[in-house]
């Protein structure tokens, strides 16, 4: 089945027919669908007319889980860690 633009492939329209789908099938597929979203999408609203769309008739599936994390993950700041959050002197050598 061709998807709509909320799921262009229909991944997630598939996921829901699936008998007996793994929550880890079903991340799998939700990776395949934000990785096929164009880069300028608001993902954070495509997730939530996605959950619109199919939590309410299946809250119990994996998908519908699937889709609240992802909703969820987009919410977090992101923290950038390592050497690149460390105080350094300045390039010219001043004391600063």
């Known amino acids: 089945m061709k998807g709509d633009s909320l799921d262009p492939k229909g991944l997630i329209y598939e996921s829901y027919r699936i008998d007996g789908i793994s929550a ?9 669908w934000a990785l096929s979203v164009p880069m300028d999408s608001d993902t954070k609203s495509l997730i939530t007319n996605l959950l ?6 299946a809250p119990d599936h994996p998908m519908t889980q699937t ?3 992802g909703l969820a993950a987009t919410d977090k700041p992101r923290r950038r860690g390592g050497w690149r959050s460390r105080p350094r002197p300045p390039l010219d050598g001043s004391a600063g």
């Open 24 to 32: 880890s099938e079903c991340r799998t597929i939700f990776m395949d």
């Open 52 to 57: 619109d769309k199919y939590g309410p008739t």
């Open 67 to 69: 889709l609240q994390d």
